[in-house]
């Protein structure tokens, strides 16, 4: 069942929060590693839409000064230390685990991170009810398999042999189901069922789209079956440890101290573990002049809150209320957000927004009938967040009608089925006073199978004349697409966008398309300096 849930791009993407710990820099290259640790992003804003990243790792490997050094996987190829010593460390005492602040480009190092609200903590195991015999996943360095230029952390079964007592905030322990003994610091993910969600259940109001972190292992001793245990020091403590006062200060040291620095990519950019950014590419000439992809996003939702709201406080009699308009704009950022994820190579951030959209309202994931026709180009030129049937998906549907129609004749395309009726979308426009806040406010944080919000006509049908037209609130699909990139953490992730280019097209110089305008009364403009 586990290794059915870790799929290889999932365990690929967990491995990848790994990094081995070695005595000092002149170690990295020629000796065996001591242990290893695991990469943890705290949020910054709310909701986050950056990431100051940390090296966790137990407290007796690092602040000893025993294994103070990591070390990483460069993009390409070889490895690339973590230059940190002792004094860079800091502790809990009661718990064993130890961070350190670190700023990466990570343009050039291959890595992932488990967000801090993905660190489980005694509520969650309640709540998902975490026991002895629950199968866990390890990630963690065998000495057996141990390369002098590439990390490569192996992915190991185990099950949970004893938890502590509710109140107490020590390590559980575990056993693991091999013969291998991993190192130090090996790090320990949990799944759980599919089932409700509840505000601030790991401290973030996030869907379940992946493993939880329930500690890093210490191993203790080898049974006589050949199995070992390992005490687990609790990834619950790092919410206390990465909170507190001392990381607080330094937090906003550091983050003052970026926003004097041109901007570029640091710790604060770094991604999710469900996302893995693909090489840096040469861009071409021609696409110097685009907008950056955040830049991109921030003018499509600020356009569409800004005209949402004041339209919202102007009574116009019913008429020009903005359905078309506003659903088109919609559209664009669902169609910005495919964009972003078709620039990430393994398919994981698609994986991590189809995730929390389903979270959000499974119903856009509804299948119709088969005999949707929609042309795997279609899909391939646009990735649309899926559950796993994109060609009959219902988000799929509404996009190729309302999209296409809207862009190309402003009005949704109107589909013929088999037995002659018509299917198609209607929109909702802006009723006055209610303004992006109030539909926010009383959309529910989770719309349940069976439990539909009356407030709303979003994603209901009507039936006119024989034909069936699905209902759309602009409103509502524009707040839930957001908040399902808010949850996903894909603002702090930009890898290379696909922007549409015309090569080939336009065969004539710079030079010869200024005459052409100049000769026909096209004056320059020159802006003021």
């Known amino acids: 069942m586990l290794e059915q849930r870790f799929s290889n791009a999932l365990r690929t993407s967990f491995l990848s929060t790994v990094f081995y710990l070695y005595p000092s820099l002149a170690q990295i290259h020629t000796a065996e590693p001591v242990g290893s640790g695991a990469l943890i992003g705290f949020p910054i804003g709310n909701p986050p839409s950056r990431w100051m990243l940390y090296v966790v790792a137990p407290a007796p490997l690092v602040v000893t000064g025993r294994a103070p050094v990591g070390r990483l996987n460069h993009v390409t190829e070889g490895v690339f230390p973590l230059a940190t010593d002792a004094d860079s460390w800091h502790a809990d005492d009661l ?29 969650f195991l309640r709540r998902f009810a975490i026991g002895v015999g629950h199968e866990v996943g390890i990630m963690g360095v065998l000495p057996s398999r141990v390369l002098p230029e590439r990390n490569t952390p192996q992915f190991l079964t185990a099950s949970v042999l004893s938890l502590p007592e509710p109140s107490s905030q020590r390590g559980g322990k575990l056993t693991i189901q091999t013969d291998e003994i991993p190192l130090p610091g090996a790090a320990a993910f949990v799944f759980t069922d ?7 259940l ?15 292992g210490m191993p203790v001793q080898r049974l006589a079956d050949n199995r070992v245990t390992m005490d ?10 990465l909170g507190s006062p001392y990381f607080e200060e330094q937090r906003a040291k550091y983050l003052g101290e970026l926003e004097k620095e041109e901007p570029r990519v640091t710790a604060v950019a770094a991604k999710p573990t469900t996302i893995r950014h693909a090489p840096t590419k040469k861009r071409r ?10 830049e991109l996003y921030h003018m499509i939702t600020n356009d569409f809150e800004t005209a949402w709201d004041a339209l919202a406080n102007v009574s116009t009699g019913g008429t020009g209320r903005g359905n078309f308009m506003f659903c088109r704009q919609a559209m664009s950022l669902l169609e910005w957000v ?19 959209l389903a979270y959000i309202d499974r119903r856009y994931f509804t299948q119709l009938p088969p005999g949707c026709d929609i042309s795997d180009a279609q899909l391939r030129a646009v990735p649309l967040p899926t559950a796993g049937h994109p060609k009959n998906e219902l988000l799929a549907v509404v996009f190729d009608l309302a999209r296409h129609g809207l862009s190309h004749q402003y009005q949704q395309v109107i ?30 944080e989770r719309v349940s199978p069976g439990h539909f919000p009356t407030t709303t006509l979003h994603l209901s049908f009507t039936k006119d004349n024989g034909a069936i037209f699905l209902t759309v609130s602009p409103a509502v699909l524009y707040l839930d697409i957001k908040r399902a990139i808010e949850l996903t953490g894909l603002l702090s992730y930009m890898s290379e ?6 090569r080939g097209r336009y065969q004539f110089s710079v030079q010869s398309l200024e005459q052409a305008l100049r000769r026909n009364g096209h004056p320059e403009f020159k802006r003021p300096t």
């Open 95 to 123: 718990s064993g685990l130890a961070a350190c602040l670190v700023g990466l480009n990570w343009k050039n190092f291959d890595f992932r991170f488990v967000p801090l609200p993905h660190c489980a903590d005694s509520s």
């Open 194 to 200: 599919d089932v409700e969600f509840t505000s601030g």
């Open 202 to 216: 790991v401290g973030m109001d996030a869907p379940h789209w992946g493993p939880w972190l329930l500690g890093l």
């Open 232 to 241: 687990l020091l609790p990834a619950s403590s790092l919410h206390a440890l």
């Open 285 to 294: 000439r021609a696409s110097s002049k685009n907008l950056r992809a955040l």
């Open 338 to 356: 495919g964009n972003v994820c078709k620039g990430e190579e393994t398919g994981a951030a698609l994986n991590s927004l189809s995730a929390a």
């Open 415 to 444: 589909a013929s089925l088999s037995d002659g009726t018509d299917f198609s979308v209607r929109l909702t426009g802006v009723e006055y006073g209610r303004t992006l806040d109030v539909i926010r406010s009383e959309r529910p």
């Open 497 to 502: 966008f696909p922007y549409v280019t015309r």
